[in-house]
C-alpha cells in the first residue's frame, strides 16, 4: 500500500469518507460527524499538503486517509494546557478508514506511520482530539498505544477527549510517496525533548 498526498482533486472522495464513516456511526448511537464539515476546511488542509491518502495503487481510489498538522485545532486550544501547546507535537485529525478495510488495522498503521513521521520531524507527541461520547474509539486509541490525557467537562465541546503517545520510529510497511522532509520545511532538525 502506498501513501500519497492529497490533491484538490480528491475534494469529493474526502468528503465521501467522512459521509460514509457518519452513515456507519449513526446507527450504533453515535454522532460523531453527523454535521456536514466545510469543503473548504478540507480545501485549505489539501492545499496545505497536510491530508493523505492511502492507496493499493497509484491508480486506485483512497481506501484510507489522514490529516496531520502542528496547529491545535482553534476551538480546542484553551483544552491544552500552556505547557502542553508549548511542546513539539503532531496532531491527528480526519483519520478514516473505508469499511471494506475494516478488521485490518490499516488505522493502527496509518497511526504507527505518522508517529514515525512525527519522530523523524523532531517532535515529541503524536497527539489527538477524539469524540467525546465515542468510548468505542478511545478504546481503540488507548490500544494503539495512547494515553489519555484528559476529557473536558464542557458539554458543549463534542470533540473533548485528549490522547497522546510519544513520537517513535516505527516499521509502517507503507511505500511512502509523500516526498515530506525528515524535518520540517526551513526548519533545522531538533532532538526530541529540546
Known sequence: ??????????????????KDAAGWLQPQGIDQWSQPFPASN??????????????????????????LDRTIDP???????????AERALYVHKLVVDRQYAGRDLGGRILDWAGD???RQGERWLRLDA??????????????GFHHVRTTQDPNEVSGWLAQRPARRTP???????????????????KMGT
Open 1 to 18: 500500500m502506498i501513501i500519497v498526498r492529497a490533491q484538490p482533486a480528491d475534494l469529493p472522495r474526502l468528503l465521501r469518507f467522512r
Open 42 to 67: 478540507i480545501a485549505a488542509s489539501i492545499e496545505a499538503g497536510e491530508v493523505f491518502l492511502f492507496k493499493e495503487d497509484q491508480a486506485l481510489d483512497a481506501v484510507a486517509t489522514v490529516t
Open 75 to 85: 476551538e480546542l486550544l484553551d483544552l491544552w494546557t500552556p505547557e502542553e501547546q
Open 117 to 119: 513521521l512525527a519522530a
Open 131 to 144: 469524540w467525546t461520547t465515542n468510548t468505542r474509539l478511545h478504546r481503540y486509541y488507548l490500544n494503539h
Open 172 to 190: 509502517h510497511s507503507f511505500g511512502d510517496l509523500t516526498g515530506v522532509s525528515p524535518v520540517g520545511a526551513n526548519e533545522p532538525e531538533r
